[in-house]
Every structure is written in C-alpha cells, then in structure tokens.
C-alpha cells in the first residue's frame, strides 16, 4: 500500500529565516505531487505540482519554491519568510487520475 | 476562473439524522467530484468520489452529481458524533496535472 509522509510535523520559525519542508512518498512510482497551503479556517490553496522529477509548476506566485529531486520526495522551500507563510502545509500525491490522497501535514508558525 | 462554493455552516444535526451538504461549481468542464473529511487539527481524508451523473453509495455516504445544474453532494445517514468534521468539496477538470479546485469546506457538527 501507498504511504506519504511528511516533515516536520510542527515548526516555529523566525520571519526572513529559511524553510524547507520534506515530503515522501513509499509504494508508488512516478506519482504526480502536490503541494497546498491551508490558512487558518481557510481552504486548499494549491502551491505547486509535479508530474515528474524535476517538472515543477508554480500555481501562485509567492517567495516559495518547490523541488522534486527524485521520484517520490517533493520538497517546499523558501529563503526568506514572511508572516503570511505561516499555515497548515500539505503534500499529496496521486497516481495521474482522479483522486489525491494527502500526506499528514506540517504546521508552520512564523513569528 | 474555477470556483467551487460550499456553505461554511456550521451545520448541526442530531446523532442519528441525515446531513446534507451541498457544493456548487463554475467549471462546466468539470470531470471528477470528489469529497474529503477533515478533522481539526488533521490533514484532508478521501471519502468517495463521483464522475456520472446520479447517486453513488457507499456505506453510510451517498454522493450525488447533477452536473446540469453544476451540484454535487454529500448525504450522511445515521450521522454520528464521530462524523463531526469539515467537509471539502473538490472538482477536477480537463487538466494533465490531476489537478483539484477546492472549496472553502462546510463545518458538520452532529448533537448527541
């Protein structure tokens, strides 16, 4: 069966400190991935996708950046945050149709 | 540009009723409909999907598709304080990323 993880499942970070956020996927081969954004009481913001390794698409565009530098880890970045990065992350994966099954999340606080 | 509407709520029923949620969509080319869970604090969790027009059952949930009128929704039977949750909405459409448009979730709350 198909796990994806994810971590850290909690950070705190200072505003204009760096971020990267690691996402992995097990019992899947070239899935598509998917990074979100939830802010607090708020919807599915979706940040960037993949359809293969190193084919990254950015759906808004923010001080965040995405890399995909093997088949099954996805990985969210940023150089510098703001107080507006701070926000329930997720990454899922699908397998090219239909549905989206979503890693466990990290909650990100930038203070 | 794709929307997808739910009703925030929350929407109390009591232990045992039916919930009904509802979900409305702008992208006629839509595809694929789909309902996740949520609980506070947790990650998005698959409940069923539906692409044909009509009923889908499974189990206690039933989704149903009009896509004439652009609807989609979501029937609990016998809703138990368990399924006290937010419910997402998400709509696919013609696009070679998989990619989701989700609504903004309506907030189930069930009274024992």
């Known amino acids: 069966s198909q796990t994806i993880h994810q971590w850290p499942a909690t950070l705190v970070q200072p505003v204009g400190s760096p971020l990267s956020l690691e996402c992995t996927v097990e019992?899947?081969?070239?899935?598509?991935l998917y990074w979100y954004r939830q802010a607090a009481g708020r919807g599915l913001q979706l940040l960037f996708y993949?359809?293969?390794?190193?084919?990254i698409s950015s759906e808004v565009p923010q001080n965040l950046s995405a890399s995909r530098p093997q088949d099954r880890q996805f990985i969210l970045s940023s150089k510098k945050l703001l107080l507006s990065d701070s926000g329930f992350y997720l990454c899922?994966?699908?397998?090219?149709?239909?549905?989206?099954?979503f890693g466990p999340g990290t909650r990100l606080t930038v203070l | 540009q794709k929307e997808v509407e739910q009703n925030s709520g929350p929407l109390s029923v009591p232990e045992g009723a039916i919930a009904s949620l509802n979900c409305t969509y702008s992208?006629?080319?839509?595809?694929?409909f789909f309902w996740y869970r949520q609980y506070s604090g947790k990650s998005p969790e698959l409940i069923m999907f539906?692409?044909?027009?009509g009923d889908k059952e499974d189990g206690r949930f039933t989704a149903q598709l009009n896509k004439a009128s652009q609807y989609v929704s979501l029937l609990i039977r016998d809703s138990q304080p368990s399924d006290s949750a937010t419910y997402l909405c998400?709509?696919?459409?013609?696009?070679?990323?998989?990619?989701?448009?989700f609504g903004g979730g309506t907030r189930l709350m069930v009274k024992p």
């Open positions: 899922a994966w699908s397998p090219g149709y239909n549905e989206q099954f």
């Open positions: 019992g899947t081969s070239n899935p598509n």
């Open positions: 993949s359809v293969g390794i190193g084919q």
């Open positions: 992208d006629r080319g839509s595809q694929s």
């Open positions: 539906i692409y044909s027009n």
């Open positions: 998400a709509v696919k459409g013609d696009n070679a990323g998989n990619m989701l448009t």
